[in-house]
């Protein structure tokens, strides 16, 4: 992990197409602004592993066929 230090209105780079910018500091939260292409999906963390954990869920109760489709990326017309 990598570890850094911003002040307000510094940030850094990921790559050429991300920046991330420290837009507020406060007593007990830091705001973040996040500049990334559309296609890039940003989730906060305890969203992710809840969204994580619904979706192994939800594929635990699917008939065995309709998962091998939905992993498989078949058509929704042969569902």
């Known amino acids: 992990m990598l570890v850094i230090t911003r002040k307000a209105e510094e940030g850094v780079r990921l790559g050429e ?3 991330i910018t420290v837009v ?3 007593k007990d939260r830091v705001k973040i602004g ?5 296609d890039v999906k ?3 963390n ?3 592993y809840t969204e994580k954990f619904n979706v192994q ?3 635990r109760k699917l008939p065995a066929d309709l ?3 939905i992993v498989n990326g078949e058509s ?3 569902i």
């Open 17 to 19: 197409d991300i920046q």
């Open 24 to 26: 507020e500091i406060n």
């Open 67 to 69: 998962v091998s489709t």
């Open 42 to 44: 940003i989730v906060r």
């Open 46 to 48: 305890e969203l992710f």
């Open 76 to 78: 929704a017309d042969k």
């Open 34 to 38: 996040i500049d990334a292409p559309v």
């Open 57 to 59: 869920a939800a594929m």
